[in-house]
């Protein structure tokens, strides 16, 4: 019986093996597919991408062949969480068939997003350094080596480029289910987190876990579990 793809997008300095922990956890009818962006981990040669179009394109070439040989879903957290959606509407452009479902974790509704004042990227390194320290997300031993430093900070200062720069545009609802995870230690307001539902034309699952923007590292038996108890459904029809 074949599996369902899940495609796996990476957070702000994150990789395709950004999301090992939830393989470990993973049920035998889903495959674990994650997606590189260029400028890091096996793409490390090419340049960096600070334009979001350029990289939703991007993501696009990277599923382009699998979108129909399987069923499929995409899960994205924090700035892969606004491409999950992005690529989505990419694949609906294209008139391809559409997704089973796409889980986003640790980011507020794209409209919110698009209006944010936050612009990391233009600060200073010490500021910068500060705010990465501030999200709970990148382990002492990075933030205190001056040459890890070194190396991942313009790939960081890239994406919250991407993600600071992201100009919204109102387009007709996915019509796709959506699942929304945040922490409660998030800082995102509420109202900003229930935007999601201007995405999609079906009632959006949101939910709440423990923890700051980096919950997914303690949760990840949990994320899974809620990710293949949602697609479950879709693989026993397939096997009827």
Same mark, same amino acid.
């Given at each position: 019986m074949e599996k369902i793809n899940l495609f796996c997008l990476p957070f702000a300095g994150g990789s395709k093996y950004s999301y090992r922990l939830y393989e470990e956890h993973l049920p035998s009818f889903l495959n674990l597919i994650p997606?590189? +962006?260029?400028? %890091?981990?096996t793409r490390m040669s090419e340049p960096l991408k600070e334009d979001i179009r350029q990289l939703v394109h991007d993501l696009y070439l990277q599923v382009e062949n699998k979108l129909d040989r399987a $069923? +499929?879903? #995409? +899960?994205?957290?924090s700035m892969g969480g606004l491409l999950c959606y992005l690529l989505a509407r990419k694949i609906r452009e294209e008139g391809r068939m559409p997704p089973l479902h796409l889980f986003i974790t640790g980011t507020s509704g794209p409209a919110a997003? =698009?209006?944010t004042e936050k612009k990391r990227h233009l600060l200073d390194k010490k500021s910068f350094i500060e705010e #990465? %320290? *501030?999200? *709970?997300?990148s382990p002492d031993e990075i933030l205190q080596n001056d040459e890890l430093l070194d190396f991942i900070e313009p790939i960081l200062r890239a994406d919250f480029k991407v993600s600071e720069n992201y100009a919204h545009t109102r387009q007709e609802p996915l019509d796709v289910p959506v699942t929304? /995870? @945040?922490? @409660? %230690?998030?800082d995102m307001k509420p109202e900003d987190i229930r935007l999601w539902q201007q995405e999609a034309r079906n009632p959006v699952d949101f939910r709440r876990m423990p923890g700051?923007?980096?919950? #997914?590292?303690? +949760? $990840?038996y949990e994320i899974v =579990? /809620? /990710?293949a108890k949602k697609l479950l459904v879709h693989h026993k029809s397939y096997q009827l």
């Amino acid at each position: 019986m074949e599996k369902i793809n899940l495609f796996c997008l990476p957070f702000a300095g994150g990789s395709k093996y950004s999301y090992r922990l939830y393989e470990e956890h993973l049920p035998s009818f889903l495959n674990l597919i994650p997606l590189e +962006y260029p400028g %890091r981990g096996t793409r490390m040669s090419e340049p960096l991408k600070e334009d979001i179009r350029q990289l939703v394109h991007d993501l696009y070439l990277q599923v382009e062949n699998k979108l129909d040989r399987a $069923p +499929y879903a #995409i +899960y994205g957290h924090s700035m892969g969480g606004l491409l999950c959606y992005l690529l989505a509407r990419k694949i609906r452009e294209e008139g391809r068939m559409p997704p089973l479902h796409l889980f986003i974790t640790g980011t507020s509704g794209p409209a919110a997003l =698009s209006r944010t004042e936050k612009k990391r990227h233009l600060l200073d390194k010490k500021s910068f350094i500060e705010e #990465i %320290r *501030n999200l *709970n997300g990148s382990p002492d031993e990075i933030l205190q080596n001056d040459e890890l430093l070194d190396f991942i900070e313009p790939i960081l200062r890239a994406d919250f480029k991407v993600s600071e720069n992201y100009a919204h545009t109102r387009q007709e609802p996915l019509d796709v289910p959506v699942t929304v /995870i @945040t922490g @409660t %230690r998030e800082d995102m307001k509420p109202e900003d987190i229930r935007l999601w539902q201007q995405e999609a034309r079906n009632p959006v699952d949101f939910r709440r876990m423990p923890g700051h923007h980096f919950f #997914i590292f303690k +949760y $990840p038996y949990e994320i899974v =579990s /809620i /990710i293949a108890k949602k697609l479950l459904v879709h693989h026993k029809s397939y096997q009827l």
